[in-house]
């Protein structure tokens, strides 16, 4: 009766603790190594990937102003 107690109540929770823990750790590992493997590729196959947008675009500030008509 108390082993069955103790296996329902300490040791599943901590392998599932850390069966979680596990999960979290590779999953950020991974993030990492991808975000480096890119920045590790040649010039020409990093220029095939895409960038995340700098923000909105703002033709206001792109645009040159019309000349004026003498």
């Given at each position: 009766?108390?082993?069955?107690?103790?296996?329902?109540?300490?040791?599943?929770?901590?392998?599932?603790?850390?069966?979680?823990?596990?999960?979290?750790?590779?999953?950020?590992?991974l993030w990492?190594?991808?975000?480096r493997g890119v920045?590790s590729?040649p010039?020409?196959?990093?220029?095939?990937?895409?960038?995340?947008s700098?923000?909105?675009f703002?033709d206001?500030r792109?645009?040159?102003s019309m000349p004026?008509e003498d």
């Amino acid at each position: 009766m108390i082993l069955q107690a103790m296996l329902a109540f300490v040791v599943l929770p901590a392998l599932g603790l850390a069966l979680v823990l596990g999960l979290v750790y590779s999953a950020a590992r991974l993030w990492r190594s991808v975000r480096r493997g890119v920045a590790s590729l040649p010039r020409w196959v990093r220029s095939l990937t895409v960038e995340p947008s700098r923000g909105a675009f703002n033709d206001s500030r792109d645009v040159w102003s019309m000349p004026t008509e003498d």
